[in-house]
């Protein structure tokens, strides 16, 4: 979650207020679409990700696209959090994977719960994950 004081401290990466986890995955702003509502990301695949087997832990591509979806609401006019985060793997990110790009977008508004869905793309533009997450709006105090 991001912190009040995070907001001030964006990264020059297009000036958007990101997660720390952001700046430790190396992520990178490549598209903006405010019209429909979407952001795409692109990050590098490193062998520090992989568990024995070699493929990219499950966390680490639940990452990629839970801080592509963050961003975007807050490019959208909302200071929201995640509420649940839920996530299908349908290709292996491994050692010839160089990057992946993870696009996300929002699906529908209803006062202050959204619902985003993201996909996550191998370099080869073959569809590695499919997820979903409810963020919720945060109270004004």
Same mark, same amino acid.
């Not at 490193?46 to 990219?56: G, I, S, V």
């Not at 508004?109 to 709006?137: C, H, P, Q, T, W």
């Given at each position: 979650?991001?912190?009040?004081?995070?907001?001030?401290?964006?990264?020059?990466?297009?000036?958007?207020?990101?997660?720390?986890?952001?700046?430790?995955?190396?992520?990178?702003?490549?598209?903006?679409?405010?019209?429909?509502?979407?952001?795409?990301?692109?990050?590098?695949?490193?062998?520090?990700?992989?568990?024995?087997?070699?493929?990219?832990?499950?966390?680490? !591509? %639940?990452?990629?696209?839970?801080?592509?979806? *963050?961003? /975007?609401?807050?490019?959208? #006019?909302?200071? =929201?959090?995640?509420?649940?985060?839920?996530?299908?793997?349908?290709?292996?990110?491994?050692?010839?994977?160089?990057?992946?790009?993870?696009?996300?977008?929002?699906?529908? !508004? %209803?006062?202050?719960?959204?619902?985003?869905? *993201?996909? /996550?793309?191998?370099?080869? #533009?073959?569809? =590695?994950?499919?997820?979903?997450?409810?963020?919720?709006?945060?109270?004004?105090?």
């Amino acid at each position: 979650m991001m912190v009040e004081e995070n907001l001030e401290n964006m990264l020059v990466n297009e000036g958007i207020p990101v997660p720390n986890v952001w700046v430790e995955l190396e992520g990178e702003f490549l598209d903006f679409d405010k019209n429909n509502q979407t952001l795409k990301c692109k990050f590098p695949v490193r062998e520090r990700y992989f568990n024995p087997l070699p493929t990219t832990l499950g966390g680490i !591509i %639940d990452s990629w696209i839970d801080i592509t979806m *963050g961003p /975007l609401t807050v490019l959208l #006019g909302q200071k =929201a959090v995640s509420k649940n985060f839920s996530i299908k793997y349908l290709k292996p990110v491994g050692p010839s994977i160089k990057y992946v790009t993870a696009v996300a977008w929002r699906e529908s !508004i %209803d006062g202050r719960n959204s619902l985003y869905k *993201g996909e /996550l793309y191998l370099d080869n #533009g073959e569809l =590695a994950a499919v997820a979903e997450s409810d963020f919720v709006e945060i109270r004004k105090s």
